[in-house]
């Protein structure tokens, strides 16, 4: 209830952000007055109602407990939050950028209001007072609080089209900054059961863009025969319910995964064949066309015999595997992730791998992102420049709609990028995502297998996380989606735009590291090893980010990046600089912790208005 309330309590600011309130008097003269003169004894009356009812909700709900004591570390210093360390000043102004949408050059305070309730209730454990619910009649105060919801409902509606539009997706970039900061399953619960936002309206110009009312054409044409499609119709109520099912199975208190099918390689699967991808191949089960994600793992359980001892995959290991095998397979996955149904895992013990079963609703064999930008394809299928703009959005959406739900990828590369088009050439807009299989929530201390450190995989991966000297981030994520928007400017591999594709086979010795798990340092002991010291012994692969990043000077390559705006325009590459930046980009610490939740909504925020939304105002 109290996040229902405070959720009404940032409509409001928005509202009035929208409507001119919130700006100076001589704006507010030239705005609001304009407003007043059509729509004043409305807005009076709701005002007055709203008044009026929180007067009477004030009698239900808080209290203050003084017997609850600071939380204080050894030093006697009041712990700090990550979110301390933020330069909030330096984050908001980057949401000045020309190259967002005029109507988005803001930090929406809103949003400003939701974020600062969730520090205010971190402060709750550092205060002498602990702010306590005490609600003595919570049925008034539910009914209270619908009727809150509707007369905000009809403010809104008192704005003009164009005030609309912005107060809308305003409050929808809101909602998703709510769904970041819930955290137990009972605040993921309130979000879901929270009312459903309209679309944002179509706008003339290409700024108006809304990437929340696109989403909803995702759905169709992407349902599975196999799985019924999801009840929910919001694209807030389908990541709400996908994140309640992903904390159910990866949170502090999940469960055992249910029963998903193990399926036998010998006598289920038939017709196997390769693909350019090495741990791809396509195959057929049960009369449909399936393709197989294969991942390798060690058999690290010792089981005693008579004689000897065997050496098995661990429980813990096999458990997630199928706790990832529900995850693709749920009916709640949202179709704006772009993942394909999973059928379900095969267990390969005498390859030591387990196989990740894939529908594929085209009955076509899968074409890669990599395969299309070889020399041989770009020769026979060259693709417009709105297609290439429209892969670009797509991607950079799904990622975004990813990470609202906590989840990491891992592995993302053009690789993984997949189009199903049946017969014919394929259509850029509707990328299918792969290689989900080292996918892995995004915690701290959490020990999962991690991709292969295979040279081919290095190029996309962020040099700091080369060798895995620790967990991995979002923001590795997003500097490796930065690397294939380069790629599809280009319309080249980036092993070719980066002249190492001679060097991959020689490096492999450098990328190679002894472990396989995604670890804290001080646990990772032995999984891995610093970044070699001097830079003329860098492998290519650590050297990407600072060739896009620093000056020819100090070593940077400007002509990549240059070809890029060429290519593409100044604002898509914008959004790939952003993508390469990561947190200093953002005006955010570079090693702040990225799981807390605050950090995690500033984040989110700063990457859906500076890629997603400038990627989504090109006009081509």
């Known amino acids: 209830m109290r996040l229902r309330l405070e959720l009404q309590h940032g409509r409001l600011i928005d509202w009035g952000d929208a409507a001119g309130i919130t700006e100076t008097c001589d704006q507010i003269t030239k705005i609001f007055k304009k407003r007043m003169e059509v729509n004043g004894p409305v807005i009076f009356a709701l005002l007055g109602e709203m008044h009026a009812l929180l007067k009477k909700m004030r009698k239900f709900y808080l209290r203050y407990d003084d017997s609850v004591e600071p939380l204080v570390v050894s030093t006697g210093e009041t712990r700090k939050q990550p979110v301390d360390i933020v330069n909030m000043k330096a984050y908001q102004s980057i949401f000045e950028s020309k190259d967002i949408p005029r109507d988005r050059r803001k930090y929406p305070k809103g949003l400003s209001h939701i974020v600062e309730l969730a ?106 025969p196999s799985v019924p499609p999801s009840t929910t119709s919001n694209i807030f109520e389908r990541l709400a319910a996908f994140r309640s099912i992903h904390t159910s199975l990866y949170g502090r208190q999940a469960s055992d995964p249910p029963p998903v099918p193990l399926i036998d390689l010998n006598h289920d699967i038939s017709d196997i064949k390769s693909t350019e991808v090495a741990t791809r191949d396509l195959a057929s089960y049960g009369g449909h066309d399936v393709w197989i994600e294969w991942k390798e793992y060690k058999c690290d359980e010792e089981i005693p015999t008579e004689t000897d001892f065997i050496y098995s995959v661990s429980d813990k290991v096999k458990k997630d595997a199928e706790r990832l095998v529900a995850l693709l397979r749920t009916s709640e996955k949202p179709a704006e992730f772009c993942v394909p149904n999973c059928r379900g895992y095969i267990n390969d013990e005498k390859k030591n791998c387990f196989g990740f079963v894939f529908e594929n609703p085209k009955k076509s064999a899968p074409v890669s992102l990599l395969k299309l930008l070889g020399k041989e394809s770009r020769a026979s299928t060259p693709f417009p420049l709105n297609e290439r703009v429209a892969l670009a959005q797509r991607l950079a959406t799904c990622l975004l709609f990813l990470h609202a739900t906590n989840w990491l990828h891992k592995s993302l590369r053009s690789a993984s990028v997949l189009f199903l088009s049946g017969t014919g050439t394929p259509t850029l ?18 020990t999962y297998i991690g991709a292969p450190e295979t040279p081919e995989w290095a190029i996309y991966c962020h040099p700091d996380y080369i060798g895995r000297p620790g967990n991995f981030r979002k923001t590795y994520d997003i500097y490796s989606l930065g690397i294939i928007l380069i790629e599809i400017a280009h319309w080249k591999s980036a092993a070719e735009i980066f002249s190492i594709a001679d060097k991959v086979n020689s490096t492999s010795n450098d990328m ?60 898509y590459l914008s959004a790939v600089k952003a993508c390469i930046g990561g947190m200093e980009y953002f005006h955010l610490p570079k090693d702040v912790d990225q799981t807390d939740p605050i950090i995690a909504t500033l984040l989110q925020h700063a990457y859906l208005r500076l890629v997603v939304d400038v990627l989504h105002a090109i006009v081509v």
Request: proline share 7%.
């Open 429 to 446: 807009s509707h990328p299918y995502i792969s290689s989900f299989e080292y996918a892995r929530p995004d915690v701290n201390k959490a």
């Open 512 to 571: 190679a590291t002894k472990g396989d798990s995604d670890e804290e340092p001080s646990t990772a002991k032995g999984h891995g090893h610093e970044a070699p010291s001097s830079a003329d012994k860098l492998p290519p692969s650590y050297q990407i980010r600072k060739w896009l990043t620093e000056d020819i000077e100090q070593g940077g390559r400007p002509d990549i990046l240059d070809t890029v705006g060429t290519n593409m325009g100044e604002r």
């Open 119 to 224: 520090i205010g209730a971190k402060d709750i454990v550092r205060h002498p007072k602990r702010l306590l619910w005490a609600v003595k009649n919570e049925q008034e105060f539910q009914k209270a609080l619908a009727r809150m919801t509707e007369l905000t409902d009809h403010l809104h509606e008192t704005l003009g089209d164009a005030q609309m539009r912005t107060l809308l997706e305003t409050c929808q970039a809101t909602m998703l900054a709510v769904l970041q900061l819930a955290q137990r399953p009972e605040q993921i619960k309130a979000v879901r059961e929270l009312p459903s936002t309209p679309n944002v309206p179509a706008g003339g110009d290409s700024d108006s863009a809304s990437i929340f009312s696109q989403a909803e054409t995702l759905v169709e044409g992407r349902s599975s």
